[in-house]
């Protein structure tokens, strides 16, 4: 399986982004998708996370209200809109897939992993 993030650049403080994941190769393995980010000499945090059907979604505080995941099977994406953009969601971000089990917020429990795509939002 790959995962391919796409959608980073450069925007101002207030302003948005969508970025997309498609998956390609054994896809009928995806089941829960998820967006981390790294932010600089900082750990992978958890942003979002989106079950199978687009039905249950979760979110770090720091992002809720703000930025919305959501999934497109037929097209094999996943989303992630984000609104109201500040300094600190600067970070590259990356997707993640689980081939099973619950909606997880821990690195370690996602199988497939995207290369990053690179948010810097200035003030």
């Known amino acids: 399986v790959q995962l391919q993030a796409s959608g980073g650049g450069l925007v101002q403080a207030g302003g948005s982004l969508r970025l997309s994941c498609a998956a390609s190769?054994?896809?009928?393995?995806?089941?829960?998708m998820a967006w981390f980010r790294q932010a600089p000499e900082k750990g992978r945090d958890f942003v979002s996370v989106i079950n199978w059907s687009g039905g249950s979604t979760y979110y770090a505080d720091s992002v809720k209200g703000r930025f919305t995941i959501s999934r497109d099977n037929s097209k094999n994406t996943v989303y992630l809109q984000m609104n109201n953009l500040k300094p600190e969601d600067t970070a590259v971000y990356y997707c993640?897939?689980?081939?099973?089990?619950?909606?997880?917020?821990?690195?370690?429990?996602?199988?497939?992993w995207g290369q990053g795509t690179k948010v810097t939002v200035s003030s």
């Open positions: 993640a897939a689980r081939k099973y089990g619950i909606q997880t917020t821990r690195t370690e429990d996602y199988h497939y």
């Open positions: 190769g054994r896809t009928f393995d995806m089941a829960t």
